[in-house]
């Protein structure tokens, strides 16, 4: 009889368990369908603009900040692709298994950044931390004389610890970390509208006005 009831435990367990992925999963598909509706325009770059915008996103939501920010500086960007964590089931067990490390295989490895004086560069909050890709990037490339921007989306938390671990990469890189911009998006269940996103984004691009 107890083995009975602890087999029907862990059964119901493994069931919460499936039930819980396939929503996170089906949830983050259905946002990049969404996102991708809304980033189809590409805002158009003035070729003497000083600023570079470089982002990695899964789901489609650091991508729509990094357009907006795009089209507020009239800037060029680069999209960080990184085959592992494609959206679907084997793309989030790679983004969920890897989140702690600063590794991954990304396209471009490196971007010539000899026109620009200041890099925005984005993606999500993984286990409280930037994504794998953005520690890639910067592992990569010399930042002698720029600034840089860190900006992030995330649902409800990232740790300071790693953002400060960020800025120390950059400096290592010899860039000039300028400052961590993000939205948060809220829980699953209840999170913000791309309208509210996009509004967010334009705030705080406000605040750096110091930025040309
Ligand atoms: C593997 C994984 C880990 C995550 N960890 C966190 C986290 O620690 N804190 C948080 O607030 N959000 C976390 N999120 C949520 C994402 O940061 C959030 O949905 C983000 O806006 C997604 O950006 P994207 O659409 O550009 O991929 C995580 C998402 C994934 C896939």
Redesign the pocket.
């Known amino acids: 009889m107890f083995k009975k009831m602890i087999t029907i435990l862990l059964s119901l367990m493994v069931l919460a368990v499936a039930i819980f992925v396939i929503y ?1 999963i089906e949830t ?1 598909k259905t ?2 369908r969404i ?1 991708a509706k809304w980033v189809d325009y590409k805002p158009v770059a003035n070729p003497d603009s000083k600023v570079l915008v470089v ?11 990094a357009m907006e920010i795009a089209k507020h500086y009239q800037a060029s960007f680069v999209h960080l692709e990184a085959e592992d ?1 494609r959206i679907g089931f084997r793309g ?1 067990i790679n ?2 298994k890897d ?1 702690q490390t600063q590794h991954a295989v990304i396209t471009p490895e490196k971007v010539d950044l000899s026109q620009y004086d200041t890099l925005f560069i ?8 930037p ?1 794998p890709p953005v520690w890639q990037f910067v592992e990569n490339n010399d930042f002698t004389g720029k600034n840089v921007v860190l900006f ?7 740790k300071q610890e790693y953002i400060n671990e960020f800025k120390a990469k950059v400096e290592t890189k010899k860039g000039h970390f300028v400052k961590h911009i993000y ?3 809220e829980r ?1 269940t209840r999170q913000i509208s791309t309208e509210i996103l996009l509004e967010q984004v334009r705030k705080k691009l406000d605040n750096l006005q110091h930025i040309k």
């Open positions: 996170v983050e946002q990049f996102n982002y990695f996103s899964r789901s489609g939501n650091t991508e729509l900040m964590y989030w983004a969920f989140s984005g993606s999500p909050i993984w286990w409280y931390s994504a992030n989306t995330f649902n409800s938390r990232f939205v948060k998006r699953m």
